[in-house]
T-cell receptor
Framework: KQEVTQIPAALSVPEGENLVLNCSFTDSAIYNLQWFRQDPGKGLTSLLLIQSSQREQTSGRLNASLDKSSGRSTLYIAASQPGDSATYLCAVRGKLIFGQGTELSVKP | GAGVSQTPSNKVTEKGKYVELRCDPISGHTALYWYRQSLGQGPEFLIYFQGTGAADDSGLPNDRFFAVRPEGSVSTLKIQRTERGDSAVYLC????????????FGPGTRLTVL
């Protein structure tokens, strides 16, 4: 059974720092991996989608990597801003199995 | 263009009542998914439609839960004899075709069972 784990559960950083969020999964047979952000009381906003054949995807200040063999993905956020404060979720496969999320707080 | 929409945004009901939650996917998306999210948790998969048919309903917790998508577009999640444990945010997502595609989520329906 696929399990997805995100570490840390919560993270607080000062504005301007670069940071890394971690996601691990137990079954490497995945279609793809998707990173989302969720603001309080809101739905999920897709950030990046990495297909199983890809190693990384970039969008603006965000970079996501995928290492299927080790069952890991990282989301790198450069030059963090207060507007980045949200919960970040990773999810794998097709019907999407989610981790519990990392709650990020960026303090001005 | 319009994203995924869900109605109502909030639903409060009493234990034992029947509720229907609606999802309007992005136009042209053939795949539709329902998830449930409890406080402080990631979303959990409920059911996946490809067109009009339920391709995977393995996430439905019991037979009180049922979903339909009769014309391959709008979907309705139906919950009979609601219980307090059904309280959660119900999220809908759609993707262009199958499971390999990026999923786009609606804002969710917050269900509260008193």
């Amino acid at each position: 059974k696929q399990e997805v784990t995100q570490i840390p559960a919560a993270l607080s950083v000062p504005e301007g720092e670069n940071l890394v969020l971690n996601c691990s999964f137990t079954d490497s047979a995945i279609y793809n991996l998707q990173w989302f952000r969720q603001d309080p009381g809101k739905g999920l906003t897709s950030l990046l989608l990495i297909q199983s054949s890809q190693r990384e995807q970039t969008s603006g200040r965000l970079n996501a990597s995928l290492d299927k063999s080790s069952g890991r993905s990282t989301l790198y956020i450069a030059a963090s801003q207060p507007g980045d404060s949200a919960t970040y979720l990773c999810a794998v496969r097709g019907k999407l199995i989610f981790g519990q999320g990392t709650e990020l707080s960026v303090k001005p | 263009g319009a994203g995924v929409s869900q109605t109502p945004s909030n639903k409060v009901t009493e234990k034992g009542k029947y509720v229907e939650l609606r999802c309007d996917p992005i136009s042209g998306h053939t795949a539709l998914y329902w998830y449930r999210q409890s406080l402080g948790q990631g979303p959990e998969f409920l059911i996946y439609f490809q067109g009009t048919g339920a391709a995977d309903d393995s996430g439905l917790p019991n037979d009180r839960f049922f979903a339909v998508r009769p014309e391959g577009s709008v979907s309705t999640l139906k919950i009979q004899r609601t219980e307090r444990g059904d309280s959660a945010v119900y999220l809908c997502a759609s993707s262009l075709t199958g499971r390999g595609n990026e999923q786009f989520f609606g804002p969710g329906t917050r269900l509260t069972v008193l």
